[in-house]
């Protein structure tokens, strides 16, 4: 019983570490995946005199997927629905060039001014169109998002930390007449607290599986795949299987650490 | 640890837990390699004091301690560690790891040496019929008499063929027969292995066989008596 309570005081703040991390995982790769759709229908439109091509834009901003020209049929057309009397024969000769540009990723607000600026450079481009208000607007509301997972992170991280420490310093004085005896045989640091080491293993491997476990049933559930299915976005087993080995990897770093940190705190046994 | 003829040498020691309050002090002697030794004195005169300052659990405050030409005065963990390899220690409380079974607690020092699971276990197979508490390899202390405790503490101390035995009052708490069996074995460590052996004791069996040298504290002085 009290070796389960033992157990259970490293198991809750190492499973809050783990927890916290593996949401910071997942919103980051909804974050991520929300950009890639962003930046799939996201365009500019690029007003040119002349004809432009893909490699010439290409050149002067690298991000720049693809280019589509905007049909002047189709600006006609708008013109002639709101009723607008011109000569639309004549007007098409005089009409420029529409284009819209596609970028390989979701840019940041800088990033977003730099390209309209070196767009404009291009020759014959006469107008720039970014949409900023709305991209500024859904791109810092990921910032915030990003933000407020970082900072959730954060103070979980520090005071679970804490606790993982106090619990490892309650191991080491329950052992520590073994640890005594022990060195007075001539055994090595990590030999002294190999019981430290094996117990902070066994409960890093119990937190991982139980938040793998939660993980994977809340993905799993109609109302958390129908909400994420709705921006197209997909979290797999892989990737939690894949996370779930780094959170194993962290949770035994972050042992370790703490059982050599107590290890060096205590009095030498000299 | 390299031969040396004297064991452990002492020059001008003074030991001290209080700064300024000395337990021993200025105190020169020699223990000769394959020498039994016995310690002895008035309570609180300092003896296992000095037996603490052989296995490093006390450094010098001034003077010299060596042992086995390493000298304690200011060694590091690491090579404390390594000297404490040749050293077999034994207390009047035992200090067997509770949690481990009687056989492990005799592996103790060969797991230390890096020496593999065959050879610990035929290793402490010998030694617990030695000490004549063969069959009881899965019991644990607690489930021991005290004399029992002691012969696995004796095996221990034995197992990995140590240069210097240093023991703390090792019969103290005993039954005749326990104590009989724990001064033949050290007895025999030195006689047939040559094995360096340090005791701290209240009083010295009268039915030793083996030569011995006597030293006596007083004052916090050591004194070498025979």
Not at chain 1, 30 to 39: P, R
Not at chain 1, 83 to 111: C, I
Request: glycine share 4%.
């Amino acid at each position: 019983m009290k070796s389960l309570k033992n157990h259970i005081s490293l198991i809750i703040p190492l499973f809050a570490i783990l927890f916290a991390v593996e949401f910071y995982f997942i919103i980051d790769k909804i974050i991520a995946e929300y950009e890639a759709n962003l930046s799939k229908d996201y365009s500019i439109i690029v007003v040119s005199q002349k004809p432009l091509t893909l490699v010439e834009l290409k050149a002067v901003e690298p991000d720049i997927v693809a280019i589509k020209e905007v049909s002047s049929e189709l600006i006609l057309q708008r013109l002639k629905q709101n009723g607008v009397e011109v000569d639309y024969k004549e007007l098409k000769n005089f009409l420029p060039h529409f284009y819209k540009v596609y970028l390989g990723s979701f840019p940041s607000a800088s990033t977003l001014k730099h390209i309209k600026k070196v767009l404009q450079s291009v020759a014959g481009v006469t107008r720039v169109e970014t949409f900023t208000k709305v991209h500024e607007k859904i791109y810092h509301f990921l910032i915030f998002l990003k933000n407020i997972s970082k900072f959730f992170l954060a103070i979980i991280f520090v005071t679970s930390i804490m606790l993982v420490f106090k619990q490892i310093e309650i191991w080491n004085l329950e052992h520590s007449e073994r640890m005594y005896i022990m060195a007075l045989f001539g055994a090595p640091l990590w030999m002294r607290n190999a019981i430290l080491i094996k117990l902070s293993i066994i409960d890093t491997i119990i937190s991982t599986l139980l938040v793998y476990a939660i993980y994977s049933y809340l993905l799993s559930t109609k109302y958390l795949k129908e909400l994420l299915g709705f921006e197209n976005i997909t979290i797999d087993s892989h990737d939690l299987l894949k996370d779930a080995v780094w959170l194993f990897l962290l949770g035994i770093l972050i042992s370790v650490v703490n059982v050599l940190i107590v290890s060096w705190r205590q009095p030498k046994i000299v | 640890m390299p031969k040396e003829k004297n064991v452990i040498i002492a020059k001008d020691l003074c030991l001290e837990y209080k700064k300024d309050v000395p337990i021993i002090k200025d105190s020169t002697f020699t223990i000769k390699s394959g020498s039994f030794v016995f310690i002895t004195g008035p309570s609180g005169s300092g003896k296992s004091t000095l037996l603490k300052s052989f296995y490093g659990e006390l450094k010098p405050k001034s003077g010299i301690l060596q042992i086995g030409g390493v000298s304690l005065n200011d060694i590091k963990s690491s090579k404390l560690a390594f000297l404490r390899k040749y050293l077999g220690i034994i207390f009047q409380d035992y200090k067997l790891i509770k949690e481990w079974t009687v056989e492990k607690n005799v592996m103790l020092p060969l797991l230390i040496a890096g020496y593999s699971k065959n050879v610990c276990e035929a290793q402490t197979k010998r030694l617990l019929k030695h000490v004549r508490l063969s069959g009881k390899e899965h019991y644990y202390p607690l489930e021991l008499s005290g004399g029992e405790q002691q012969r696995v503490a004796m095996a221990r101390a034995l197992a990995h063929n140590p240069v210097i035995i240093l023991a703390d009052e090792p019969t103290g708490n005993l039954d005749e027969y326990s104590s009989r069996v724990i001064w033949g074995l050290l007895e025999g460590a030195n006689e047939q292995l040559g094995t360096t052996v340090v005791v701290v004791t209240h009083s010295i069996p009268t039915n030793l066989k083996v030569p011995f040298k006597h030293f006596y504290i007083e004052n916090g002085t050591v004194y070498e008596i025979s």
